[in-house]
């Protein structure tokens, strides 16, 4: 049964994590159990294609697509997450497994979560430098073996926070593993969930101003010479730029915009109704993120060409389909830069 609709009494300072349940209440465990089930039997399988895709690619490995690797890896160890949530939201907010398993999966959610906005920034700078900088500066630059450093030192870095946020956690007395906790005597913990706070902020503005100029650029080029054949794809172009920026907002934004609130009420003496609300809303928030698993295959296949003949002959082989039209437009564009822009080979 559901506990009462919370108060405004004010939740002591010396209060522990034990007493928060007239705060909270089990009404979205089946909600966010069903949700999370639907996110996981499309983000597996889309991810599982993609990666599969990737490997099977032919063509020489550039900086972008290390980085897609490395999403890709990224969005998989995430959905892997999710059937523990869904595990835990189907026995009412009970963990029945060991609590070291509760602090690795926790750990891992988050460790994957940050190095998917970490990358997705990173790919929308390298997108934006390609068609800034000069030749000799890119193969300096956006080298596989740099990018692949800087993945390794992303990996490492997101590792190491959130391993020493959520594995030193105690195990929680009453057998619950994703739920609202105050910070009172870890108030360490939630500055580096601020941290986490101000790195996605950073990678946001980076990745509003580089897809948001490579949109503007494309737009202005397509308007000023609309009788030339390239002109269509600019416009195309620019229109899977804002695209990109569309997913990127929907699924994290609003998780970071009310995080500030969320780790506030942890660490002080906070209202009944604002700790209710800021963990119903943190779990609300959580379903947007976990959705980048399944919105980021189709970002693959709309921005690359590999990515879209790849998946067009799967297509075919698996439907028996003839008449599936591949488009080549995109490696044949005669302007040499719309190809640096839209290619994600």
Same mark, same amino acid.
């Given at each position: 049964?559901?506990?009462?609709?919370?108060?405004?009494?004010?939740?002591?300072?010396?209060?522990?994590?034990?007493?928060?349940?007239?705060?909270?209440?089990?009404?979205?465990?089946?909600?966010?159990?069903?949700?999370?089930?639907?996110?996981?039997?499309?983000?597996?399988?889309?991810?599982?294609?993609?990666?599969?895709?990737?490997?099977?690619?032919?063509?020489?490995?550039?900086?972008?697509?290390?980085?897609?690797?490395?999403?890709?890896?990224?969005?998989?160890?995430?959905?892997?997450?999710?059937?523990?949530?869904?595990?835990?939201?189907?026995?009412?907010?009970?963990?029945?497994?060991?609590?070291?398993?509760?602090?690795?999966?926790?750990?891992?959610?988050?460790?994957?979560?940050?190095?998917?906005?970490?990358?997705?920034?990173? !790919?929308?700078?390298?997108?934006?430098?390609?068609?800034?900088?000069?030749?000799?500066?890119?193969?300096?630059?956006?080298?596989?073996?740099?990018?692949? !450093?800087?993945?390794?030192?992303?990996?490492?870095?997101?590792?190491?926070?959130?391993?020493?946020?959520?594995?030193?956690?105690?195990?929680?007395?009453?057998?619950?593993?994703?739920?609202? +906790?105050?910070?009172?005597?870890? +108030?360490?913990?939630?500055?580096?969930?601020?941290?986490?706070?101000?790195?996605?902020? !950073?990678?946001?503005?980076?990745?509003?101003?580089?897809?948001?100029?490579?949109?503007?650029?494309?737009?202005?080029?397509?308007?000023?010479?609309?009788?030339?054949?390239?002109?269509?794809?600019?416009?195309?172009?620019? +229109? =899977?730029?804002?695209?990109?920026?569309?997913?990127?907002?929907?699924?994290?934004?609003?998780?970071?915009?009310?995080?500030?609130?969320?780790?506030?009420?942890?660490?002080?003496?906070?209202?009944?109704?604002?700790?209710?609300?800021?963990?119903?809303?943190?779990?609300?928030?959580?379903?947007?993120?976990?959705?980048?698993?399944?919105?980021?295959?189709?970002?693959?296949?709309?921005?690359?060409?590999?990515?879209?003949?790849?998946?067009?002959?799967?297509? =075919?082989?698996?439907?028996?389909?003839?008449?599936?039209?591949?488009?080549?437009?995109?490696?044949?564009?005669?302007?040499?830069?719309?190809?640096?822009?839209?290619?994600?080979?």
């Amino acid at each position: 049964m559901a506990n009462p609709t919370p108060t405004n009494s004010i939740v002591p300072a010396n209060e522990s994590s034990t007493s928060l349940d007239d705060c909270t209440d089990t009404s979205l465990h089946v909600p966010l159990a069903v949700v999370y089930s639907v996110i996981c039997t499309l983000g597996f399988p889309g991810n599982m294609v993609a990666l599969w895709v990737f490997f099977s690619v032919k063509k020489k490995k550039n900086s972008i697509h290390v980085f897609l690797i490395n999403l890709v890896f990224a969005d998989l160890l995430l959905v892997i997450c999710l059937p523990f949530r869904i595990f835990y939201h189907t026995h009412n907010g009970t963990w029945n497994m060991h609590p070291t398993l509760c602090r690795i999966v926790s750990c891992l959610f988050y460790t994957n979560m940050y190095i998917s906005i970490i990358l997705l920034g990173l !790919i929308s700078v390298n997108r934006y430098l390609k068609i800034n900088c000069s030749v000799g500066m890119q193969r300096w630059l956006f080298s596989p073996n740099s990018t692949r !450093i800087v993945c390794a030192v992303v990996w490492f870095g997101v590792s190491a926070l959130t391993f020493s946020t959520y594995m030193w956690k105690p195990p929680d007395p009453d057998n619950r593993c994703f739920h609202y +906790k105050k910070l009172l005597d870890a +108030k360490w913990r939630a500055y580096i969930n601020m941290l986490g706070l101000v790195i996605f902020w !950073i990678v946001f503005i980076a990745l509003m101003v580089s897809y948001g100029k490579i949109a503007l650029k494309l737009l202005k080029k397509s308007k000023e010479r609309p009788e030339m054949p390239n002109a269509p794809h600019y416009a195309r172009s620019a +229109k =899977k730029s804002f695209f990109i920026l569309f997913v990127f907002t929907f699924c994290f934004v609003p998780y970071h915009m009310f995080r500030i609130v969320y780790i506030v009420t942890q660490i002080t003496e906070s209202s009944c109704f604002l700790i209710y609300l800021a963990d119903k809303t943190n779990e609300v928030a959580l379903l947007f993120i976990a959705s980048n698993s399944c919105l980021d295959p189709i970002i693959y296949f709309l921005l690359s060409s590999s990515v879209r003949k790849e998946m067009l002959h799967i297509v =075919k082989r698996v439907f028996c389909v003839h008449n599936v039209a591949i488009s080549e437009s995109t490696t044949s564009y005669e302007n040499h830069e719309i190809i640096r822009l839209e290619e994600y080979r």
